[in-house]
T-cell receptor
Framework: ELKVEQNPLFLSMQEGKNYTIYCNYS?????LYWYRQDPGKSLESLFV?????AVKQEGRLMASLDTKARLSTLHITAAVHDLSATYFC??????????FGTGTSLTVIP | DVKVTQSSRYLVKRTGEKVFLECVQD?????MFWYRQDPGLGLRLIYF???????EKGDIPEGYSVSREKKERFSLILESASTNQTSMYLC???????????FGPGTRLTVL
């Protein structure tokens, strides 16, 4: 079974600081997805990374994918309160299934 | 924009009741999925469907069944609800295998 590990699980950071969330997965995949979930809400797609070396940026968030290392990172630059949410990475495997990480709960403190 | 809708946002049922959760997508997607989300356990796949009348078990199918009679609609059925099925249920759809999944708003089910 494919395993997807995220760390940290909980992240409390001050506004204006930078930080990185890591997503490791256990088997070969050439693509990875990042989602955001606000409290009580559903998942919203953030980034689609489709190849080794892919980098995507949206505002203060930047995601990258290293398929050889089986690692994706989600980097937060100069955090603001609006980024407080839970972030999930997801990896597809054969058989049409996605495997999700356990999520990183981010709280940005003023 | 892709739209995935779920029949209820909140649902309260009693142990032993039969429960239907419905999901509808409007983008002609081939694949549809049902997940449950529990604190500390993340999202776990219950069932998915890659075509009308086709279904595949996910990681936790026990106690659930599904129905897909039309391409746009995927139903999750709890034949006899139990308290351990209290959870957030999320439906998702995607165009083809391995593509980005789009999620509905979720149904928070409480079984008393």
């Amino acid at each position: 079974e494919l395993k997807v590990e995220q760390n940290p699980l909980f992240l409390s950071m001050q506004e204006g600081k930078n930080y990185t969330i890591y997503c490791n997965y256990s088997t070969t995949s050439d693509r990875l997805y990042w989602y955001r979930q606000d409290p009580g809400k559903s998942l919203e797609s953030l980034f689609v990374l489709l190849s080794n070396g892919a980098v995507k940026q949206e505002g203060r968030l930047m995601a990258s994918l290293d398929t050889k290392a089986r690692l994706s990172t989600l980097h937060i630059t100069a955090a603001v309160h609006d980024l407080s949410a839970t972030y999930f990475c997801a990896v597809p495997n054969t058989g049409n299934q996605f495997y999700f990480g356990t999520g990183t709960s981010l709280t940005v403190i003023p | 924009d892709v739209k995935v809708t779920q029949s209820s946002r909140y649902l309260v049922k009693r142990t032993g009741e039969k429960v239907f959760l419905e999901c509808v997508q409007d983008m002609d997607h081939e694949n549809m999925f049902w997940y449950r989300q529990d604190p500390g356990l993340g999202l776990r796949l219950i069932y998915f469907s890659y075509d009308v009348k086709m279904k595949e078990k996910g990681d936790i199918p026990e106690g659930y069944s599904v129905s897909r009679e039309k391409k746009e609609r995927f139903s999750l059925i709890l034949e006899s609800a139990s308290t351990n099925q209290t959870s957030m249920y999320l439906c998702a759809s995607s165009f083809v295998a391995y593509n980005e999944q789009f999620f509905g708003p979720g149904t928070r089910l409480t079984v008393l």
